[in-house]
């Protein structure tokens, strides 16, 4: 793959719950070693967005491809097919998703967490996986917990391990929905530290984030996202420190009094 | 007097045995089918459950063992009490397993099956491997009630005229014209208790090395 290819590319995607127009018209690219950050109001869409993207959710419209894999395209009535269970198998390959709660396996070790999937699902060898998780662990500042289980853990540690136990697939791109928000700041900061470290080695990222120095520091581009809309898109110092919308500004301008 | 009752004694646990390696698997897929969005199914095993829970085991021994030949004419041999016994028992425990299964898989959060969706995990896989083993610590409590039960519940085999424990008390009181029997049978089925409270609690502990 070439440096600046498509990762993920979304157009025109379309979710309701019921009556409730939770995305209208979404369209995004996330290149090779991009960060994309994702910011808005709560109720926003940018949970939907993540779930469909990592097809936790299904679209009703739209096209989502990773790389030049179609995971789904929308037929002339106007509805999203989705490819067969080979396609889906596969498109789950190329993401990983890291949780705002960790959603790590409680009854295993860090180090099971972390290998169970490559070995049950990639069928990677059993050494090299392990070895392979304590590169990652060591990475993630967690070497020597292997043997510990979930909640001996404090959240911050949980949530460097669920991304671990993403990494540990190769994802070409990792999703991350609010991985701090239910940290304390401190912690916070350490989970930070990890990501940008990834952000730093290019590793291709889209992380909904209410971190906003951090967004601006870390992503390439940004996206603000209300009403299940991209209202204002751009490169993310550019959004962040000049909003040209209305709605932008009035958002971020409650993170500034803080 | 002992011989005996120790004869009725192994008969008593092999009901108990059976039982369990029967109902505690079949719950699972009783549950499975009692929580499936396949409507007629899901129908099918409420009614089970519900059947099952609402009549006496007592009386789902008997039919069981005289319901081939009231129903359909068909004479079974000698050792079909056995069979009756066996499958009576499966199925009307497998009914109560079932809705602690249940609830027990209920209580999973979904987000751990989020998780293991996004990780590549098959339906299969998800259950087996993260759903499963914390289902069953959450349920070792209830299960063993029902457990306990099971073994006081063996001695309704007597309606069938299987000389399990209880029913060779019953002869042997009669015979003798003594409550020795009774107090021993007692005795036992209570030790029995005792030591699967036991192995309970040594479970419960084994399984403490995390919570969530
Ligand atoms: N499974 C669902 N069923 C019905 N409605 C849903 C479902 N999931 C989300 N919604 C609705 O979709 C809308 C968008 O929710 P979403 O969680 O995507 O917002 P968000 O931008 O992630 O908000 P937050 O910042 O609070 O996480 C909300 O109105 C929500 O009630
Ligand atoms: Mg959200």
């Excluded at chain 1, 993920?8 to 939770?22: H, Y």
């Excluded at chain 2, 045995?17 to 079949?26: H, R």
């Excluded at chain 2, 004479?75 to 079932?98: E, S």
């Amino acid at each position: 793959m070439t440096d600046n290819a498509a990762v993920v590319t979304l157009k025109n995607a379309r979710k309701s719950f019921g009556e409730n127009v939770v995305l209208k018209d979404i369209s995004l690219q996330v290149n090779q070693g991009d960060v994309l950050a994702i910011i808005g109001p709560s109720g926003g869409g940018k949970s939907t967005l993540l779930r469909c993207l990592t097809l936790l959710e299904t679209l009703d419209a739209g096209n989502l491809s990773y790389g030049d894999l179609v995971v789904c395209s929308t037929d002339a009535s106007g509805r999203a097919i989705y490819g067969g269970k080979d396609v889906l198998k596969q498109a789950k390959t190329r993401f990983g998703l890291v949780f705002q709660n960790f959603n790590l396996f409680p009854h295993y070790t860090v180090m099971k967490n972390i290998i169970d999937a490559p070995i049950v699902v990639q069928k990677r060898n059993p050494a090299e996986a392990e070895e392979e998780a304590r590169q990652l662990l060591a990475k993630m500042g967690l070497a020597g917990k292997e043997n510990m289980v979930p909640c001996e853990l404090s959240g911050g540690q949980q949530q460097r391990v669920a991304i671990a136990r993403a990494l540990a697939l190769h994802p070409q791109v990792l999703y991350f929905d609010e991985p701090t928000s239910a940290l304390d700041p401190e912690l916070t900061q350490e989970v930070l530290k990890v990501i940008r470290e990834l952000a730093a080695e290019k590793m291709t990222m889209v992380i909904v984030t209410h971190e906003m120095g951090f967004a601006r520091d870390v992503a390439d581009h940004l996206i603000f996202m209300d009403g299940g809309m991209v209202v204002e898109s751009g490169r993310a110092a550019d959004v962040i420190n000049h909003p040209q919308h209305e709605r932008t500004r009035s958002f971020l301008s409650k993170y500034e009094e803080n | 007097m002992l011989g005996l009752l120790m004869q009725g004694f192994l008969l008593t646990i092999e009901i108990f045995a059976v039982t369990l390696i029967g109902a505690l698997p079949l719950g699972i897929l009783v549950a499975l089918g009692r929580m499936s969005r396949f409507k007629p199914l899901q129908w099918l095993m409420r009614i089970y459950i519900s059947i099952m829970r609402g009549t006496p085991l007592m009386l789902q021994l008997m039919a069981i063992m005289f319901g081939p030949y009231y129903l359909f004419g068909i004479q079974l041999g000698t050792d079909w009490k056995y069979y009756a016994c066996g499958i009576g028992f499966i199925i009307n425990y497998a009914a109560y397993f079932a809705e602690i299964y249940r609830s027990g898989i209920q209580s999973i959060p979904r987000g751990q099956y989020e998780a293991a969706n996004v990780l590549g995990y098959s339906h299969s896989q998800t259950f087996m491997r993260i759903v499963l083993p914390q289902v069953i610590k959450r349920i070792v409590p209830a299960m063993g009630n029902e457990i306990i039960t099971l073994v006081k519940d063996t001695s309704l085999a007597f309606v069938l005229g299987l000389l399990e424990m209880f029913n060779e008390a019953k002869i042997l009181a009669a015979s003798e014209v003594s409550m020795i029997p009774y107090l021993l049978a007692g005795v036992i089925y209570w030790v029995i208790c005792f030591v699967i409270e036991i192995l309970l609690t040594h479970l419960e502990k084994k399984l403490d090395y995390y919570h969530d």
